[in-house]
């Protein structure tokens, strides 16, 4: 699905070398290569404060720590999104109230979102899914008249700019109060194991943030509030320091392949190819095909397989048919698109180092499926 092997080699002077000042520095926690890439990111994305944490789950939870919500306070996210959204959200015991998806973006149905809100919602946690922003300009006027809290789940979307209908463009992640991250390897701006952050322009909801990341603490051994231990490797800071200088062009990487598989696909019968929002750039953490009925994902999955090609079903199952998060107040047939999308999905290898023979294998393989179904 990716090729973080192929990626490594080509920074590998530059990123081998800032691994080893962090060795001589002994700055293993903490430090100035920390402070810098913080300072890096904020300047990328324009966004006053960004600050990193262990990985994308905890920096959902630190948002939602750092606006104080209370058990109970409902909070409301889309679907169709990887679990950690959910999972941060009924950590807290707070109350995941989930909302279908957009069929052609995939990202929060606005409509949806507007009917989820009662008089205990807090908080609304918009995914960017795959790589695209979601409708924020919607978001933010909904969660203005509502005073409600908004925090950009960026995990899949760093670099992805939005478009208000006013002209202005902000990168993904810095719209609502505060954007979260994951810099898990596999993500566009991937360490070398795990990390994340948080973004905001609050100077309030920054200070609380810094403290919720370090046990609650400003001044270290008094605790203003009850925090967790959730950092970023100083290595992981160094590593992503130089990859981000990469960013750009990752994503640009991404894209071009994405457009060779929209050509390759794009008049086969059974096959639909990711729309591209028109107020959103994409930069393609997935590319995704919703299957017609005609063709079974997992067969699918199963004929790439036999051919040497991964393909990822993302997601087999929408949140409120998993286990742990089966709730009396959903029941299945609530969720039609998320549903749908469940059942017809498939992603595709997606990297920044695909070569036009790599990717022209995968398209003849995906189109000979396809069209032995018809
Ligand atoms: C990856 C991901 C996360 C969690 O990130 P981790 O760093 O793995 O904890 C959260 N939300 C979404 C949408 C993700 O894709």
Redesign the pocket.
């Known amino acids: 699905m990716v090729d973080l092997a192929g990626q490594y080699q080509k920074i590998k002077g530059e990123v081998d070398q800032a691994i080893q000042e962090v060795l001589d520095s002994a700055y293993f926690v903490g430090g100035p290569a920390i402070k810098k890439f913080q300072n890096n990111l904020q300047n990328y994305l324009e966004v006053k404060h960004v600050i990193a944490c262990g ?6 939870t630190i948002a939602m720590m750092a606006m104080g919500l209370k058990p109970g306070d409902e909070v409301i996210t889309s679907n169709f ?2 679990v ?2 959910a999972e941060a959200i009924a950590l807290l015991q707070l109350t995941p109230v989930l909302v279908d998806v957009d069929p052609e973006t995939f990202n929060i149905d606005i409509s949806a979102l507007e009917k989820a809100i009662t008089p205990k919602t807090k908080a609304i946690v918009p ?1 960017h ?1 795959f790589g695209q922003t979601a409708d924020m300009e919607s978001v933010m006027a909904i969660a203005d008249k509502h005073k409600l809290f908004v925090i950009e ?1 960026t ?2 979307a760093i670099g992805s700019e939005f478009t208000f209908s006013n002209g202005k463009v902000r990168k993904a992640g810095t719209i609502g109060h505060i954007g ?1 991250t ?3 390897p596999s ?1 566009n701006l991937g360490c070398f194991g ?3 952050a948080l973004f905001t322009n609050d100077d309030q909801l920054a200070a609380m943030i810094t403290k919720v990341v370090n046990h609650g603490m400003e001044v270290r051994y008094y605790h203003d509030l009850i925090g967790m231990n959730s950092r970023l490797d100083t290595i992981q800071a160094a590593v992503l320091d130089v990859k981000l200088k990469y960013l750009e062009d990752f994503n640009k990487a991404r894209r071009k392949a994405a457009d060779y598989y929209d050509k390759a696909f794009q008049d086969i019968k059974g096959l639909r190819i990711p729309t591209r929002a028109v107020n959103s750039t994409h930069v393609f ?1 997935q590319y995704t095909l919703v299957l017609s009925d005609e063709l079974d994902h997992f067969e699918m999955q199963n004929f790439l397989k036999e051919a040497g090609i991964p393909g990822m079903i993302y997601y087999p199952v929408p949140l409120h048919m998993q286990k742990a998060y089966l709730d009396p107040r959903y029941k299945e047939g609530d969720f039609p698109v998320t549903e749908k999308l469940c059942e017809s999905v498939i992603s595709l290898p997606m990297h920044t180092e695909h070569s036009e023979e790599t990717l022209k294998y995968i398209t003849d393989k995906v189109i000979e499926f396809a069209r032995s179904k018809y």
């Open positions: 990985n994308g789950t905890d920096a959902l999104t990887f950690a959204t995914v899914l789940d995990a899949q979260t994951s810099f898990f993500k795990d990390g994340g953490h």
